[in-house]
């Protein structure tokens, strides 16, 4: 097993764990009842307006670069970067790597009126119940994580649920695998978990193996304007950010100018 699905490995596992865990606690009555009090905003729509996309993340910290903001309030930056012109809003769920949490969607969520992104490492149907009953309007589904059948099932489940799935890709195997599967949204993982390099070329090189009628999503290590610039001439619809944002002094301006792109 290679370091990068090591590493992978381990996240998917502590998220299955935190899951069990969560189930247990939550029939799943209740869970269809609470999936009933937010109607499903349009994620995909909101990221196929004219000019490049922003969604914004939020994260507590990350497994590379520690932590980011020792006062998290994500209801707090869901204002900030509603404030700053963001499409979207990733949230990131995942406790044991990032610090969060599912309630964390539903702060950002009573907050702002964007559609939010849950980011975790999916792997089972429960949890994209799960997403949709805490206020998600997509989920992350990676595709290193799962096979092509596993994905195909997810995909099903999000479609039942009303909601949008951004598919992440890292190499052109990947890239296949998520449009064989029929994902409409694609998320290109600049960030290599073997070396922990990124490489923004990525998006530029597998931009023509994805169809002009799927949306696509620059993710991982785009840290200036200009960057985001790369992007948009990569032929990225949206961009997604969030040490950037997470680390700048005056989060609203940096998204400013990057949703001015």
Same mark, same amino acid.
């Given at each position: 097993?290679?370091?990068?699905?090591?590493?992978?490995?381990?996240?998917?596992?502590?998220?299955?764990?935190?899951?069990?865990?969560?189930?247990?606690?939550?029939?799943?009555?209740?869970?269809?009842?609470?999936?009933?009090?937010?109607?499903?905003?349009?994620?995909?729509?909101?990221?196929?307006?004219?000019?490049?996309?922003?969604?914004?993340?939020?994260?507590?910290?990350?497994?590379?670069?520690?932590?980011?903001?020792?006062?998290?309030?994500?209801?707090?930056?869901?204002?900030?970067?509603?404030?700053?012109?963001?499409?979207?809003?990733?949230?990131?769920?995942?406790?044991?790597?990032?610090?969060?949490?599912?309630?964390?969607?539903?702060?950002?969520?009573?907050?702002?009126?964007?559609?939010?992104?849950?980011?975790?490492? /999916?792997?089972?149907?429960?949890?994209?119940?799960?997403? %949709?009953? &805490? +206020? *998600? $309007? !997509?989920? #992350?589904?990676?595709?290193?994580?799962?096979?092509?059948?596993?994905?195909?099932?997810?995909?099903?489940?999000?479609?039942?649920?009303?909601?949008?799935?951004?598919?992440?890709?890292?190499?052109?195997?990947?890239?296949?695998?998520?449009?064989?599967?029929?994902?409409?949204?694609?998320?290109?993982?600049?960030?290599?978990?073997?070396?922990?390099?990124?490489?923004?070329?990525?998006?530029?090189?597998?931009?023509?193996?994805?169809?002009?009628?799927?949306?696509?999503?620059?993710?991982?290590? /785009?840290?200036?304007?200009?960057?985001?610039?790369?992007? %948009?001439? &990569? +032929? *990225? $619809? !949206?961009? #997604?950010?969030?040490?950037?944002?997470?680390?700048?002094?005056?989060?609203?301006?940096?998204?400013?100018?990057?949703?001015?792109?």
């Amino acid at each position: 097993m290679t370091p990068a699905s090591d590493l992978l490995a381990r996240l998917v596992a502590d998220a299955r764990l935190d899951m069990e865990r969560r189930r247990a606690l939550t029939t799943q009555d209740e869970l269809e009842r609470a999936i009933q009090v937010y109607a499903p905003r349009d994620f995909v729509g909101a990221l196929r307006g004219p000019g490049l996309a922003v969604i914004a993340e939020m994260k507590q910290r990350t497994p590379t670069m520690g932590v980011l903001a020792e006062d998290y309030k994500p209801a707090d930056l869901a204002r900030a970067y509603t404030a700053g012109g963001a499409s979207a809003i990733s949230v990131l769920t995942h406790m044991a790597g990032f610090g969060g949490r599912p309630e964390h969607i539903e702060a950002a969520r009573v907050a702002t009126n964007l559609p939010i992104l849950r980011k975790d490492f /999916i792997t089972d149907p429960y949890e994209i119940g799960e997403a %949709r009953a &805490a +206020g *998600a $309007d !997509a989920v #992350l589904l990676i595709v290193a994580a799962l096979d092509l059948t596993e994905l195909r099932r997810l995909l099903a489940v999000v479609r039942s649920r009303g909601i949008s799935a951004l598919v992440e890709v890292h190499d052109e195997n990947e890239t296949r695998v998520a449009i064989e599967a029929g994902a409409q949204l694609v998320g290109v993982n600049h960030r290599d978990l073997r070396t922990f390099e990124v490489d923004l070329g990525l998006t530029e090189r597998l931009r023509p193996l994805i169809p002009d009628a799927v949306t696509l999503v620059g993710e991982s290590g /785009i840290h200036s304007i200009d960057d985001a610039r790369r992007m %948009r001439d &990569a +032929g *990225a $619809d !949206a961009i #997604l950010v969030g040490e950037m944002l997470m680390r700048a002094p005056d989060p609203v301006e940096c998204l400013r100018e990057l949703a001015s792109i």
